[in-house]
């Protein structure tokens, strides 16, 4: 049932969705005052703390940082796991643990290449993605020299992709299986005990599960659990388990670039060697901003107090229209345009009608072999503004629309 895409060249994987919508939407003109929510770009005002700890520190622009991050930093992200994850509590290490990153697509990129070194033998590894997925995951898994093989996550599998399906020959050759929770763009979050069954197949074949959780802090009501306290209470131990995360969605700050990476002391010990090599420093100056980020949740609260009136907002303008779901987590919405022509035509009614930009579902999907792109009928929608934009956005949408 899974693609194996062993004929998956570099070209077809690189497609950024973002270039692919600027080029279908050339030489249209927007039909209002432009609105965009194709970018999952959150608009919050800078927290408090950013400009003081930047002119702080610049005179830190002049050395080169450590590449492991300041110990200040590392405790900041341990301490902030434990607070997130109560059953952490007194068990992050914050030299074996956690790793910063220049965001969490640095590292969702890079760490590829240490779990293909783990492997050296499998002729023909591969690695396991969600279909829709980030874009980052299939370009790493290409260019590691590892097929991508996409899972669907649709409906009927509450939008996750279904792990008892896999095939033992597929698991056995598997060097890694993204997981995002809460996904982008479906915003489905992966409940304990679907986190317990990937991490037990991870251990089982001896894979790294990479759970993406840079969506982690926005949510609505209910905090979603996390892949690294799963993996402890399960076990014990953080083996075979990362975790990514970002204050790019968190804090509002995706310019910042800076993230982590935790969970397996093994694996994280052979990525820093790796990394030291191969991959950019955080700027100090960054990585103590990144410090008070990580220690301050009254900024992070504020965005939340946003996404409850921007989901209530889309509750009272969308319920009932294009299989308007409220998502559980993250701040897109994944709605089903095939009554308007699909995705990509709807993506262009909605510029030229109204000067509202989204993207279109099929260039976060692949196809699966023998059938229609999964995406197609589909536009992704960020709900990343103040709720004023959000409602005017969204009300002409349903006019342009009807
Ligand atoms: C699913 C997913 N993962 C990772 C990232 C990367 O985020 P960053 O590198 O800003 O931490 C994004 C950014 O949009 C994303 O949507």
Same mark, same amino acid.
Request: aromatic share 10%; proline share 9%.
């Given at each position: 049932?899974?693609d194996d !895409?062993?004929?998956?060249?570099l070209d077809?994987v690189?497609?950024?969705?973002?270039?692919r919508l600027? &080029?279908?939407l050339?030489?249209i =003109?927007?039909g209002?005052?432009?609105?965009?929510?194709s970018?999952?770009?959150?608009?919050?005002?800078l $927290?408090?703390?950013?400009?003081?700890?930047?002119t702080?520190?610049?005179?830190e622009?002049g050395?080169y940082? $450590?590449?492991?991050?300041t110990?200040?930093?590392?405790?900041?992200?341990?301490?902030w796991?434990?607070?997130?994850?109560?059953a952490l509590n007194?068990?992050m290490? #914050?030299?074996?643990?956690?790793l910063p990153?220049?965001g969490?697509?640095?590292?969702l990129?890079s760490?590829?290449?240490p779990a @293909?070194a783990?492997k $050296?033998?499998?002729a023909d590894?591969?690695?396991?993605?969600?279909?829709? %997925?980030?874009?980052v995951?299939?370009a790493?898994a290409?260019?590691?020299g590892?097929?991508?093989? *996409?899972?669907? +996550?649709?409906?009927?599998?509450?939008?996750?992709?279904?792990l008892?399906?896999?095939?033992?020959?597929?698991l056995?050759r598997t060097?890694?299986?993204?997981l !995002?929770?809460p996904s982008?763009?479906?915003?489905?979050? &992966?409940? @304990?005990?679907y986190?317990?069954?990937?991490i037990s197949?991870?251990?089982r074949h001896?894979?790294?599960l990479?759970?993406d959780? !840079?969506?982690? =802090? /926005?949510?609505?009501n209910?905090?979603?659990?996390?892949?690294?306290?799963?993996?402890?209470?399960?076990?014990?131990?953080?083996?075979n388990v990362?975790s990514?995360?970002?204050l790019?969605k968190r804090s509002g700050?995706?310019?910042l670039r800076?993230?982590?990476?935790?969970g397996d002391?093994? %694996?994280?010990s052979a990525f820093?060697? *790796?990394?030291n090599v191969?991959?950019?420093q955080?700027?100090?100056?960054?990585?103590?901003v990144?410090t008070?980020?990580?220690?301050? =949740?009254?900024?992070v609260e504020?965005?939340?107090?946003?996404l409850r009136a921007?989901?209530d907002?889309?509750?009272s303008i969308l319920k009932?229209?294009y299989?308007?779901?409220?998502?559980?987590?993250? *701040?897109?919405?994944?709605?089903?345009?095939?009554n308007?022509?699909g995705?990509? &035509?709807?993506?262009?009614t909605?510029?030229?009608? !109204?000067g509202v930009? /989204?993207l279109p579902? #099929?260039?976060?999907?692949?196809?699966?072999?023998?059938?229609?792109?999964?995406?197609q009928?589909f536009? @992704?929608l #960020?709900l990343v503004?103040d709720?004023?934009?959000?409602?005017?956005?969204?009300?002409r949408?349903v006019? +342009?629309?009807?």
């Open positions: 049932m899974f !895409c062993s004929a998956t060249t077809s690189i497609r950024s969705p973002f270039a600027n &080029a279908v050339d030489g =003109e927007p209002g005052t432009p609105i965009n929510f970018l999952g770009e959150p608009k919050m005002p $927290p408090s703390f950013v400009q003081p700890e930047l702080r520190h610049l005179a622009f050395r940082p $450590p590449i492991s991050g110990s200040e930093l590392r405790q900041a992200i341990a301490r796991l434990e607070r997130r994850y109560p007194g068990t290490d #914050a030299q074996a643990h956690v990153l220049n969490s697509r640095e590292g990129f760490a590829v290449f @293909r783990r $050296p033998k499998i590894a591969c690695v396991l993605i969600p279909n829709p %997925f980030y874009q995951y299939a790493a290409s260019v590691a590892a097929n991508p093989v *996409f899972l669907p +996550a649709l409906e009927q599998n509450r939008f996750l992709p279904a008892e399906r896999i095939d033992a020959s597929l056995a060097l890694a299986l993204y !995002c929770s982008n763009p479906e915003g489905a979050v &992966a409940d @304990r005990e986190l317990a069954k990937a197949l991870a251990r001896d894979f790294l990479f759970a959780e !840079c969506y982690s =802090e /926005v949510y609505a209910e905090p979603p659990p996390g892949a690294l306290e799963v993996a402890l209470a399960e076990t014990g131990s953080f083996a990362l990514f995360q970002s790019s700050l995706p310019g800076s993230g982590f990476i935790a002391p093994d %694996f994280l820093a060697r *790796f990394r191969a991959c950019p955080v700027p100090l100056p960054i990585q103590h990144s008070a980020a990580w220690g301050d =949740e009254a900024h504020k965005g939340r107090t946003l921007n989901l907002a889309a509750d009932g229209r299989g308007y779901r409220r998502p559980k987590g993250g *701040f897109f919405l994944w709605l089903n345009l095939a308007f022509g995705g990509e &035509a709807a993506v262009k909605l510029w030229k009608g !109204c930009k /989204v579902g #099929a260039y976060l999907t692949k196809p699966q072999a023998g059938q229609a792109n999964p995406g009928d536009i @992704r #960020a503004h709720t004023d934009t959000t409602r005017e956005g969204l009300g949408i006019a +342009a629309l009807g």
